[in-house]
């Protein structure tokens, strides 16, 4: 065999074996029959009519095959819309027999959603099984999602009206009445195992945490809930365990509510 030739072969069976390893798309739901199945098939996964979505998709005739599928640098694969937005999707694993996709999508306008939806394969058809969680930005998005040992985890972007409610205080708040709870005001990611059932605790991700003009007028405890989530942080108590968000929901309880 010659030299070129050698060289050919090895670097084949490399591209083989690392996308035979690639944890991100697994051939049986990017073919069917042999061919592949275009990405646009899987955007009605991203909407929230649960409805529509019990419908098995056909993996032969759906989606829009002019739409070319580009990959990410996070594993993800979709492309962008023409008229505004886009949809991407990535693999995450199996999990009772359910395979995970993790979406991100837009429609153009302010929202950039995100999900974690299961499916299965049957023949040429894939089913939805359920949604695991999703949202908008601050408002539940997702991240850090992967599958060990069959078993699903994530973090879901919080609010402070998230993170106090996380607290199951006695005193039941309102968002946007007493706290922010905007897709634009991020102060933390809870972790999940499984679904939105089941935390473990609390990471508290704004080191810089500012009084907002707008929402420390409007909302009754969010200046004295930023005083608190700041000397929190500043403190060296970012990571919050369930103890950890009940103790911080009772500095609130303690500090903002009597005060009132």
Known sequence: MKLAAKIVFVSTMLVAVAEAASPTTPPKLLRVAGRPVPVSCLEILSG???DSRKTPIDLRTCGDPKRKPKAQADGSIGYEIPEGGYFYYAYVGKVGG???????SSGGGSGHFTALVGVRQDGRLLRWVRDYAGGDRCNGGISNESVSNGKLTFDQAITPYDL??????KTKLAAYKDLEASAASCIGVVHLN????????VTLTEKDWSDQKGWT???????C????????VATG????????V???GAAFARRCLAAR
């Open 217 to 223: 007028d409007n909302y009754r405890y969010q200046a």
């Open 164 to 169: 106090v409610d996380l607290a199951q205080l």
């Open 98 to 104: 359910t395979d995970i996709l993790s979406l991100r």
């Open 48 to 50: 929230m009519d649960g």
């Open 246 to 248: 009940a103790a911080f």
């Open 225 to 232: 809930f930023n005083q608190l989530y700041r000397q929190t």
């Open 194 to 201: 499984g679904d939105t059932a089941h935390w473990t605790g």
């Open 237 to 244: 108590h970012a990571e919050l365990d369930r103890r950890g």
